[in-house]
Nanobody, 122 residues
Framework: QVQLVESGGGLVQPGGSLRLSCAASRSIFSRYAMGWYRQAPGKQRELVATITGGGSTNYADSVKGRFTISRDNAKNTVYLQMNSLKPEDTAVYYC????????????????WGQGTQVTVSS
């Protein structure tokens, strides 16, 4: 069983920055793809950013140029640096781990954190 715990959420003004962290309970980050998702009230969950074990990243168009996903495998932690925050970024942000990458896609498993609230408001 893999447990993920997010932290770093809070209230920030538009244009501000916030850094989210996601810590895993065991050493999985070197072989698991990681992602950040978010869900606003009344809306579906959407993918924000992903990073593979090899460091390849992908971003939703809405956050490109503003958010950066990174990982520190030694600390079993993934980060989401959020800059130039907008009110539309307000949501609960969830950390996801998917893998292991060495097995077929259909056999990979998903793990989710409890979420951390990000509110962008003046």
């Amino acid at each position: 069983q893999v447990q993920l715990v997010e932290s770093g959420g809070g209230l920030v003004q538009p244009g501000g920055s916030l850094r989210l962290s996601c810590a895993a309970s065991r050493s999985i980050f070197s072989r698991y793809a990681m992602g950040w998702y978010r869900q606003a009230p009344g809306k579906q969950r959407e993918l924000v950013a992903t990073i593979t074990g090899g460091g390849s990243t992908n971003y939703a168009d809405s956050v490109k140029g503003r958010f950066t996903i990174s990982r520190d495998n030694a600390k079993n932690t993934v980060y989401l640096q959020m800059n130039s925050l907008k009110p539309e970024d307000t949501a609960v942000y969830y950390c996801n781990a998917n893998g292991p990458e060495q097995v077929r896609y259909s056999l990979r498993r998903d793990y989710w954190g409890q979420g951390t609230q990000v509110t962008v408001s003046s």
